[in-house]
């Protein structure tokens, strides 16, 4: 596979990884998270908006591998 396609390919599946990811981690804070204390609440909302980072950086390194010649 070419570099150009893995980039394409992984464009489009952080885009819809990260609007699937958003909506889900919304919907459980708003659930379950809300009803309970401040620094409850501070702290699911801190992870759960660092945790899309992890898959996002080993899905762009993919992207950037360079073709086998």
Do not use: C, E, H
């Not at 599946?13 to 809300?34: D, K």
Request: proline residues 3%; without cysteine; hydrophobic residues 60%.
């Amino acid at each position: 596979m070419t570099m150009r396609t893995r980039k394409f390919i992984g464009a489009i599946t952080l885009l819809v990884y990260l609007v699937v990811y958003s909506i889900l981690a919304m919907a459980f804070g708003a659930s379950q998270v809300v009803g309970g204390s401040n620094f409850l609440q501070v702290l699911y909302f801190f992870a759960a908006g660092l945790a899309w980072v992890v898959p996002a950086g080993l899905l762009i390194r993919w992207m950037q591998r360079p073709d086998q010649t």
